[in-house]
Each structure stands twice: as structure tokens, then as C-alpha cells.
């Protein structure tokens, strides 16, 4: 099956900084990669969708200027929380869309965990 | 606007057991649902979908209902086993627009006691 993978799993920063967070789609090309946020016990809430070669589109509520994203090739999307609050604290999930034998299929990366202090 | 949701928030079962977990969904547009497993900590694990040109579908261990006429979607885990125990979500999607975006339901915890 498709991979998709994600870096850091985890990570712990300071309130004021910036954290980058990866999504590569490992055997296959994705044009369009998706970023989520998950709270405990919580569904996926999808923040953007990020598209090779173009500007990100934002679901309503999502600020831009804060989650940046970057979707510089066919195998890679980043996603940057940029001066990180408590608040920011949750689980960031990205999935890769891969279009192949008829099938539109999303694969999930396994997650970041952030913790903002 | 438009959001898939599900009935049973939680499901605990025997092992051995047939699961059942259901999805209401209110898009009568949509025609793609997929069925994602997330275990804690990770990501979610694509288990099955379909199609809304077919009513059902099965793969191993797994069975995928739909039912446009009430807008329902259902997924059978047959002979559950202690691994099965995650949370399931269901999702949709109207093909060809918004570059496969998918709406997630709210999710459903099976437990599955040995």
C-alpha cells in the first residue's frame, strides 16, 4: 500500500516559536496533500489543502499567516506552526491524495504530536 | 453545511463477535465513502470504501453497506478480534470537486474484550 510519513512524531517547543512539521508521500507522487488537526477523542479537522506548485487553500476559521504552508514537490508538503501557543497543542495529521486505477484515495501519515509550553 | 455523522459514539464487543458500525451522512450528493481504523496515537488506516453506483462491498473481514435512501453507512467487522479495537471513521467525498477533500463523521470507539 501507499506510505505516507511524517516528521517529527513528536515534538515539544517553547510558546513564541515556530515549528515545521513534514509530510512526505514516500512511493507514490501526490499533487494534493491535505493537513489536519485532531483533538482528543475528537474527529479530523481539516485545515488546508495544499497543492503542489500553488498557494494552500484554507478552510474558514484557519488562519493562513499562522499555519504556513509549503508544498515545494510531488512528494512533499510542509506544514509550519509559526509562534506557537498552547493553544496550538494538538495532534497534526497529513494525508497525500493518490489518484490511481480509477481510485481517489487519501493515505494518512502517522501524526505530529505538538506540545507547546 | 453538510456533515457526516454517526449514531453510536462507542461499541464494545466479545472477541469473536460481528461488529456494526454506523454512519449517517446528509450530503445526498456525495458518491465515495471510506471507512478509516485509527489506532491511539497514529493515523488513520484506510479500511474499505465505496462507491454510490454499489450498495455493498466486501473485503477481509470487513463488509461496507450503503444505503443512499436513507443516507446511511454502515461497516461489519466480522469475527472481531482485540486488534479491531480503535476508533472508525467514516468519510465522504463528491467526486471531482475540491481536490478529494473529505468530510470525517465524529467517530466510533470499538473495544474489543477478549
Known amino acids: 500500500g501507499a506510505v505516507v510519513s511524517q516528521h517529527p512524531s513528536r515534538v515539544i517547543c517553547k510558546s513564541g516559536t515556530s515549528v515545521k512539521i513534514e509530510c512526505r508521500s514516500l512511493?507514490?507522487?501526490?499533487?494534493?496533500m491535505f493537513w489536519y488537526r485532531q483533538f482528543p477523542k475528537k474527529s479530523l479537522m481539516l485545515m488546508a489543502t495544499?497543492?503542489?506548485?500553488?498557494?494552500?487553500?484554507?478552510e474558514q476559521g484557519v488562519e493562513k499567516d499562522k499555519f504556513l504552508i509549503n508544498h515545494a514537490s510531488l512528494t512533499l508538503s510542509t506544514l509550519t506552526v509559526t509562534s506557537a501557543h498552547p493553544e496550538d497543542s494538538s495532534f497534526y495529521i497529513c494525508?497525500?491524495?493518490?489518484?490511481?486505477?480509477?481510485?481517489?484515495?487519501?493515505?494518512f501519515g502517522p501524526g505530529t504530536r505538538l506540545t507547546v509550553l | 453545511g453538510e456533515s457526516v455523522g454517526l449514531h453510536l459514539p462507542t461499541l464494545s464487543v466479545q472477541e469473536g463477535d460481528n461488529s456494526i458500525i454506523n454512519c449517517a451522512y446528509s450530503?445526498?450528493?456525495?458518491?465515495?465513502f471510506i471507512w478509516y481504523k485509527q489506532e491511539s496515537g497514529k493515523g488513520p488506516q484506510f479500511i474499505i470504501d465505496?462507491?454510490?453506483?454499489?450498495d455493498k462491498r466486501q473485503g477481509q473481514r470487513v463488509t461496507v453497506l450503503l444505503n443512499k435512501t436513507v443516507k446511511h453507512l454502515s461497516l461489519q467487522i466480522a469475527a472481531t478480534q482485540p486488534g479491531d479495537s480503535a476508533v472508525y471513521f467514516c468519510?465522504?467525498?463528491?467526486?471531482?470537486?475540491?481536490?478529494?477533500?473529505?468530510?470525517f463523521g465524529q467517530g466510533t470507539i470499538l473495544t474489543v474484550h477478549p
Open positions: 494525508s497525500a491524495r493518490r489518484l490511481a486505477g480509477g481510485r481517489d484515495t487519501q493515505y
Open positions: 512511493d507514490f507522487q501526490a499533487t494534493t
Open positions: 495544499s497543492n503542489e506548485g500553488s498557494k494552500a487553500t484554507y
Open positions: 450530503n445526498s450528493a456525495s458518491d465515495y
Open positions: 465505496i462507491r454510490s453506483n454499489m
Open positions: 468519510a465522504e467525498n463528491v467526486d471531482g470537486t475540491s481536490y478529494g477533500k473529505l468530510t
